[in-house]
Structure formats: structure tokens, C-alpha cells
């Protein structure tokens, strides 16, 4: 075992890391550690853009932007956070021009922008175009982009280690630590992939960025790593997870794979078609049409597949039709997504429509913060030292559907927000004692595994969990499907103790790996399958079929999901009054839900038309 140590410890080197590794690198000693190699994080897996409201190509102000963020994510927005990513989005962009980024340009030079979903003129009047991109390469240039910057600035990483605990100095999962008790965040625990040594790292402040978790289902977006690591080490010790039951589909992944066509493909001017060959979002949102916020869209993509209208043989999937557009114009905004058309599917977009349907594509819950990035262990109480930003967070900006081009935002306004706050923490604040043998718990667990003779296989359970994710906890969901992916998750979890890896070796081995992970994925499902039963009502991403409309004298509330002892009573949460009084339990502890007040600034809850 090694043991190291940092003023600041960043976990993911994904846009939120690195940008959050900028600003503490100047300011104290900072480690970024990143299970996979920075440049291969999902961010670069970005496509259509980073929104702001720049006004470049037509009028627009960031107040409109906080509107749409908050129309778009059906009021469960905390409207403060919107209010500082909105206004803060122009410097963001500005930041990475000047950074390098290679943004696409208007004719006059300027950065040039286009129509996303939801984003809009005036409060609803018509799209605008607020977002700013490099092709259908985004993503890829900011990584590259903060990647850079990070070697110049002599940022230190460790690669290709896995963080598998977090250390704090009271363990939250007991359930007897009051509220209001001071809390400390004292370092992490990682696993070196090259070797299998362990390391322990003693940080004064850590910041988790470590993304998502769309491998709960199986129909997805994201990439195989996107394991939920962060949230789930986070919910272990104790720390609730906020919102888990909103998970984003989007709209347009290739049809049977998941592999996603970015937005930009509609911003761009494609259209949504069914078998008839009818524009049908004319008739679901006679405003915006093909360009309404993801939720809406991706519920009437399903919906005319349900009521027959679907295309292909099964009738399964919707069209999207860019072949309106001129060639020269697909080239030059949209090569990569188009190229994929040909690559998966073997069909040309200059002159067939694209088989789409939705793909689960992003978390809008996740580990509470307020906007400086703290971490919040119950509606009020920060641990102190501990930080997140980006898809592992939940500020919240995104509520309960989150607007396309308002991640790659979030992830840079938030990740320099949460860089500053625990540089300046760290500046000030000793080294906290590390509770004994700090490595232990992941030791016995990795060494179990691992050596277990003979058991179940990480694969049959992983497909089981993603299929039942996608049966019954996807666009629609009712009680009866929600309490069947309940018992399904029990059930794996049972089989889960007895999981065995065939590479038995300490190097390179990530069958060992993946079978942790495994582990990530089962509490990060529980959560969201909790959390959306309780829910009993329709809110952005979350469309209860028993329970069709948003019900916001019972459910404007963000859900804050506890980890606790079967016997233990809720030390700790905020107790679930109300709707939010409910406690699942599990083999050997109970998920206890509660509450937390939605922060309204100046938009009160009106019905959401577009
Ligand atoms: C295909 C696709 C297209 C998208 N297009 C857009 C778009 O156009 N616009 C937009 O706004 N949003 C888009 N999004 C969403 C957006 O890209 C992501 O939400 C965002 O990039 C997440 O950034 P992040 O820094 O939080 O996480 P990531 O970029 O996912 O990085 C996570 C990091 O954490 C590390 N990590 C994870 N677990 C561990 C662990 N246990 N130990 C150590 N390190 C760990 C990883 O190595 C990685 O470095 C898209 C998403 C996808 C999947």
C-alpha cells in the first residue's frame, strides 16, 4: 500500500475534473485521478454544443436562458442555480476560446450558434440559437482543450486508478451521527490498475466528478464506463443521493443500439417523422415541434411507436429525416453523427431517413450540492472538504430534465466553481487524521471477489439489471413495473454476493473491476427505482402512467435517498414528511427517502406548453 498526500484531491478527468483542476492547481497541491485516461472520458463523447446566451447571431440575454432551464426542468430547478450557470455560461465560453477551443464561426468571425431543444427567444416565442460548438465535436475539443491546459500547468495525474471509497471521519451509513455535527472528508482509496496495489490518498478537500451512470440500462448513450462510481461511493457512506429517479432519454439513438445522434442533427433543421411520413411533433408541441425539450419529445417518440405509427418492420422506432438538408450543410455541421448512420446502421442520411428512438442518456440527480460545489449530507448540513460538479452532482440546474447544451455548461461552470471553493478551502483548513486502516474495507472487498472460487458472472448480472431497467423503469413507468424492478434488483443483489471473476491475476485486471462496478450500478438502480416509486406524479423525465399529471402540493420537492440500518431510526435526513415518508428495505439495510425544499427565485410553477 502507498499512501500520498494532497491539499486537493480531484476524482474524474472528465470536462468537470479538469476544469475544476485548473483553478486549485494554481492555487495548492492537486492530484486528479481518473479511472480511465483523461482524453477518454465521455465528455469527449459530446456532440452538439455548449449553450450561453452570447447573443452572436441573434438577440438573447441569460435571463431567458434561466427560464428555459427552469421551464425545462418542470419547476424542479433551483432557480439560484440556474440564475449563477446561466449568467456565468458567457465567461464560460469565452474561457475555452480563449483556452484554444476551435468554435465553429459566423461569417463575420464571431462564434457562431444554433437552435437546441427548449432554448428559446422571450420566454417560449420561438427557438433561439444559444448554442456554441465545433461540429459535431464539442465534447471532444473541451477535453482536449482543458486537457491541454492541465499538462501545461504541470496538473499531476494518476491514471488509470480507480477510486473505490471515500474516507470520511464519521461514517454516515450508521445512522447515528446527529445532524448539525461537524463532518469531515479525509481522503480516498484507489486501485492501480497496472499493479493492483492500493493506494491511500490523504486529501484536506475532495472533489468527485466523476460522471454518470447510464449503464443501469441496457438501451444507452453512454459509454461502458459510466458506472455511477462517485454517487454510489457517496450513498455508501451514508451520503444521500438527490433526484435519482429523473434519468434523461434522449430522443434520437440509432434504433436497436443506443448509439446517440446529437440534437444538433434537428437544431440543424431535421425532422422527426412516423411511418406515415407525418411531422408529428407538430401535434405535440405546435410551438417548437422537433426542437421541444428531450422528455417531451422522447414520450411522443414512444407514443407513436405504442399507438402503431412506429416505422421498420417491428414497427419500433420513429425516422429522423435529414434529407431536406443540403449534403455540403451535413458535412460541414454534422459529419460524425451522420458517419455513424452509415457505420452501425448502413444507411446514407443525404438521402434516407435515420431509424431513431430513445436512449437513456443522462443523470439529472446525483450527489447533493449547493453552488459553491459543497457536498450537503441532508437539506441544510456540508461535509466539510468534500465537493462535487458535473453529471456526478445534483446543484440542481437541471431538475427534472435537463436542456440539451446545459451539461457542457454545467460541467465548466461548475467545475471551476468547485475547483476555487476547495482550493480556498484547502488553503486554510490542517489535514484531518485518517481513520485507522484506511484501506481495509476496499482490500476485503476486492480480495473476496477475486478469490471466490466459483460463482455468478458479472456479465448474466449486469444484462439482467439493464434489461429490467429498460422494461420497467424507462420513458413510461407505473407502479406495477417499478415495483417489479424492485424485486428484480433484490433479487441480483442476492446473486451479487456470490459473484466470482475468472482473471484471478493482480495486474490489468478489470474483469475484478467490472464485477465492482457491478456493485456501483446495483445502488445507483435502487435508488432510481425507489425514488420513482414514491414519486406519484409526471414531472420532466419522470412520466408515471397511474399518475399523468405533475402534482406540486405533493411533489415540489427534490427526493433525497438515505442509506441506512434496517433498525436504525433517520438520524441524519431530513425526515421524509409527507409524500416523502417512505423506507424500502433491502437484505441487511433500508433506502430511506426524504425531502428537500425546491429554492424559487422568480419563476412560480405555471403548466409547461410549447
Ligand atoms: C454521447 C453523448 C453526447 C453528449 N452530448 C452533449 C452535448 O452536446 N452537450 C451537452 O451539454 N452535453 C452532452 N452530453 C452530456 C455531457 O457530455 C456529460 O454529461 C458531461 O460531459 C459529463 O462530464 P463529467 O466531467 O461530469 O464526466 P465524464 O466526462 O464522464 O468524466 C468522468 C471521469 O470520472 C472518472 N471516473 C469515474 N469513476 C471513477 C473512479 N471510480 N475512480 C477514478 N475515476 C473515475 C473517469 O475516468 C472520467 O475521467 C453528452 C453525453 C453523451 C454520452
Given at each position: 500500500?502507498?499512501?500520498?498526500?494532497?491539499?486537493?484531491?480531484?476524482v474524474g478527468a472528465g470536462g468537470a475534473g479538469m476544469r475544476a483542476a485548473l483553478e486549485s492547481s494554481t492555487r495548492v497541491r492537486t492530484a486528479v485521478i481518473s479511472k480511465l485516461f483523461p482524453t477518454r472520458s465521455h465528455t469527449g463523447a459530446a456532440q452538439g454544443g455548449m449553450c450561453a446566451a452570447l447573443a452572436n447571431v441573434e438577440e438573447d440575454n441569460w435571463e431567458w436562458h434561466t427560464f428555459d432551464t427552469v421551464k425545462g426542468?418542470?419547476?424542479?430547478?433551483d432557480q439560484d442555480a440556474a440564475e449563477v450557470m446561466a449568467k456565468e455560461a458567457i465567461d464560460a465560453v469565452l474561457d475555452l476560446e480563449k483556452m484554444g477551443l476551435p468554435f465553429n464561426r459566423t461569417p463575420e468571425g464571431r462564434i457562431d450558434q444554433r437552435r437546441f431543444g427548449g432554448h428559446t427567444r422571450n420566454h417560449g416565442e420561438a427557438a433561439v440559437r444559444r448554442s456554441c460548438y465545433a461540429a459535431d465535436r464539442t465534447g471532444h475539443m473541451i477535453?482536449?482543450?482543458?486537457?491541454?491546459?492541465?499538462?501545461?500547468?504541470?496538473?499531476?495525474?494518476?491514471?488509470?486508478?480507480?477510486?473505490?471509497?471515500?474516507?470520511?471521519?464519521?461514517?454516515?451509513?450508521?445512522?447515528?451521527?446527529?445532524?448539525?455535527?461537524?463532518?469531515?472528508?479525509?481522503?480516498?482509496?484507489?486501485?492501480?490498475?497496472?499493479?493492483?496495489?492500493i493506494h491511500v490518498f490523504q486529501a484536506?478537500?475532495?472533489?468527485?466528478?466523476?460522471?454518470?451512470?447510464?449503464?443501469?440500462?441496457?438501451?444507452?448513450?453512454?459509454?461502458?464506463?459510466?458506472?455511477?462510481?462517485?454517487?454510489?461511493?457517496?450513498?455508501?457512506?451514508?451520503?444521500?443521493?438527490?433526484?435519482m429517479e429523473f434519468f434523461q432519454f434522449h430522443p434520437t439513438g440509432l434504433a436497436g443500439l443506443g448509439i446517440l445522434l446529437s440534437e444538433?442533427?434537428?437544431?440543424?433543421?431535421?425532422?422527426?417523422?412516423?411511418?406515415?411520413?407525418?411531422?408529428?411533433?407538430?401535434?405535440?408541441?405546435?410551438?417548437?415541434?422537433?426542437?421541444?425539450?428531450?422528455?417531451?419529445?422522447?414520450r411522443s417518440m414512444a407514443n407513436e411507436v405504442r399507438e402503431g405509427r412506429g416505422a421498420g418492420p417491428n414497427k419500433d422506432y420513429v425516422l429522423l429525416d435529414l434529407t431536406h438538408l443540403e449534403p455540403a450543410h451535413i458535412d460541414a455541421k454534422?459529419?460524425?453523427?451522420?458517419?455513424?448512420?452509415?457505420?452501425?446502421?448502413?444507411?446514407?442520411?443525404?438521402?434516407?431517413?435515420?431509424?431513431?428512438?430513445?436512449?437513456?442518456?443522462?443523470?439529472?440527480?446525483?450527489?447533493?450540492?449547493?453552488?459553491?460545489?459543497?457536498?450537503?449530507?441532508?437539506?441544510?448540513d456540508v461535509i466539510k472538504g468534500l465537493y462535487a460538479a458535473g453529471e456526478v452532482a445534483c446543484v440542481s440546474v437541471h431538475g427534472s430534465n435537463r436542456l440539451g447544451t446545459n451539461s457542457l455548461l454545467d460541467i465548466n461552470v461548475f467545475g471551476k466553481r468547485a475547483g476555487k471553493a476547495a482550493a480556498a478551502y484547502a488553503a486554510a483548513a490542517p489535514f484531518v487524521e485518517l481513520p485507522p486502516n484506511p484501506a481495509t474495507r476496499v482490500e476485503a472487498e476486492l480480495e473476496t471477489i477475486r478469490t471466490r472460487p466459483d460463482g455468478e458472472r458479472v456479465a448474466d448480472i449486469r444484462r439482467a439489471l439493464q434489461e429490467t431497467m429498460d422494461a420497467n423503469a424507462q420513458v413510461f413507468r407505473t407502479s406495477e413495473s417499478l415495483t417489479q424492478a424492485l424485486a428484480d434488483i433484490k433479487g441480483l443483489r442476492k446473486r451479487y454476493e456470490a459473484v466470482s471473476v475468472q482473471d484471478k491475476t493482480r495486474t490489468f485486471n478489470t474483469d475484478l473491476l467490472e464485477a465492482v462496478e457491478l456493485g456501483f450500478l446495483l445502488d445507483i438502480a435502487e435508488t432510481v427505482v425507489v425514488g420513482a416509486l414514491n414519486r406519484e406524479e409526471s414531472r420532466g423525465g419522470h412520466f408515471r402512467e397511474d399518475f399523468p399529471d405533475r402534482d406540486d402540493s405533493r411533489f415540489m420537492q427534490h427526493t433525497m435517498a438515505y442509506r441506512r440500518p434496517v433498525a436504525a431510526g433517520a438520524a441524519g435526513t431530513v425526515s421524509g414528511a409527507g409524500a416523502f415518508a417512505r423506507a424500502e428495505t433491502f437484505d441487511g439495510y433500508q433506502v430511506v427517502l426524504g425531502a428537500k425544499p425546491v429554492t424559487v427565485t422568480r419563476y412560480q410553477p405555471m403548466e409547461r406548453k410549447y
Amino acid at each position: 500500500m502507498q499512501t500520498h498526500q494532497y491539499d486537493v484531491v480531484i476524482v474524474g478527468a472528465g470536462g468537470a475534473g479538469m476544469r475544476a483542476a485548473l483553478e486549485s492547481s494554481t492555487r495548492v497541491r492537486t492530484a486528479v485521478i481518473s479511472k480511465l485516461f483523461p482524453t477518454r472520458s465521455h465528455t469527449g463523447a459530446a456532440q452538439g454544443g455548449m449553450c450561453a446566451a452570447l447573443a452572436n447571431v441573434e438577440e438573447d440575454n441569460w435571463e431567458w436562458h434561466t427560464f428555459d432551464t427552469v421551464k425545462g426542468g418542470d419547476y424542479l430547478v433551483d432557480q439560484d442555480a440556474a440564475e449563477v450557470m446561466a449568467k456565468e455560461a458567457i465567461d464560460a465560453v469565452l474561457d475555452l476560446e480563449k483556452m484554444g477551443l476551435p468554435f465553429n464561426r459566423t461569417p463575420e468571425g464571431r462564434i457562431d450558434q444554433r437552435r437546441f431543444g427548449g432554448h428559446t427567444r422571450n420566454h417560449g416565442e420561438a427557438a433561439v440559437r444559444r448554442s456554441c460548438y465545433a461540429a459535431d465535436r464539442t465534447g471532444h475539443m473541451i477535453l482536449q482543450t482543458l486537457y491541454q491546459q492541465c499538462v501545461k500547468n504541470d496538473v499531476e495525474f494518476f491514471n488509470e486508478f480507480y477510486v473505490l471509497d471515500l474516507l470520511v471521519d464519521h461514517d454516515l451509513a450508521t445512522g447515528d451521527v446527529p445532524d448539525g455535527e461537524e463532518v469531515n472528508a479525509t481522503g480516498v482509496v484507489a486501485y492501480e490498475l497496472a499493479t493492483g496495489e492500493i493506494h491511500v490518498f490523504q486529501a484536506k478537500a475532495v472533489v468527485f466528478a466523476t460522471g454518470g451512470a447510464g449503464k443501469i440500462y441496457k438501451t444507452t448513450s453512454n459509454a461502458h464506463t459510466l458506472t455511477g462510481d462517485g454517487m454510489a461511493l457517496a450513498y455508501r457512506r451514508g451520503i444521500p443521493l438527490e433526484d435519482m429517479e429523473f434519468f434523461q432519454f434522449h430522443p434520437t439513438g440509432l434504433a436497436g443500439l443506443g448509439i446517440l445522434l446529437s440534437e444538433a442533427a434537428r437544431g440543424e433543421g431535421g425532422i422527426l417523422r412516423n411511418s406515415d411520413g407525418e411531422r408529428f411533433m407538430e401535434r405535440y408541441a405546435p410551438t417548437i415541434k422537433d426542437l421541444a425539450p428531450r422528455d417531451i419529445v422522447a414520450r411522443s417518440m414512444a407514443n407513436e411507436v405504442r399507438e402503431g405509427r412506429g416505422a421498420g418492420p417491428n414497427k419500433d422506432y420513429v425516422l429522423l429525416d435529414l434529407t431536406h438538408l443540403e449534403p455540403a450543410h451535413i458535412d460541414a455541421k454534422l459529419p460524425d453523427i451522420t458517419e455513424f448512420a452509415r457505420t452501425y446502421l448502413g444507411i446514407e442520411p443525404y438521402t434516407e431517413p435515420v431509424p431513431v428512438y430513445p436512449t437513456a442518456h443522462y443523470a439529472m440527480g446525483g450527489i447533493p450540492t449547493n453552488i459553491e460545489g459543497e457536498v450537503l449530507r441532508n437539506a441544510t448540513d456540508v461535509i466539510k472538504g468534500l465537493y462535487a460538479a458535473g453529471e456526478v452532482a445534483c446543484v440542481s440546474v437541471h431538475g427534472s430534465n435537463r436542456l440539451g447544451t446545459n451539461s457542457l455548461l454545467d460541467i465548466n461552470v461548475f467545475g471551476k466553481r468547485a475547483g476555487k471553493a476547495a482550493a480556498a478551502y484547502a488553503a486554510a483548513a490542517p489535514f484531518v487524521e485518517l481513520p485507522p486502516n484506511p484501506a481495509t474495507r476496499v482490500e476485503a472487498e476486492l480480495e473476496t471477489i477475486r478469490t471466490r472460487p466459483d460463482g455468478e458472472r458479472v456479465a448474466d448480472i449486469r444484462r439482467a439489471l439493464q434489461e429490467t431497467m429498460d422494461a420497467n423503469a424507462q420513458v413510461f413507468r407505473t407502479s406495477e413495473s417499478l415495483t417489479q424492478a424492485l424485486a428484480d434488483i433484490k433479487g441480483l443483489r442476492k446473486r451479487y454476493e456470490a459473484v466470482s471473476v475468472q482473471d484471478k491475476t493482480r495486474t490489468f485486471n478489470t474483469d475484478l473491476l467490472e464485477a465492482v462496478e457491478l456493485g456501483f450500478l446495483l445502488d445507483i438502480a435502487e435508488t432510481v427505482v425507489v425514488g420513482a416509486l414514491n414519486r406519484e406524479e409526471s414531472r420532466g423525465g419522470h412520466f408515471r402512467e397511474d399518475f399523468p399529471d405533475r402534482d406540486d402540493s405533493r411533489f415540489m420537492q427534490h427526493t433525497m435517498a438515505y442509506r441506512r440500518p434496517v433498525a436504525a431510526g433517520a438520524a441524519g435526513t431530513v425526515s421524509g414528511a409527507g409524500a416523502f415518508a417512505r423506507a424500502e428495505t433491502f437484505d441487511g439495510y433500508q433506502v430511506v427517502l426524504g425531502a428537500k425544499p425546491v429554492t424559487v427565485t422568480r419563476y412560480q410553477p405555471m403548466e409547461r406548453k410549447y
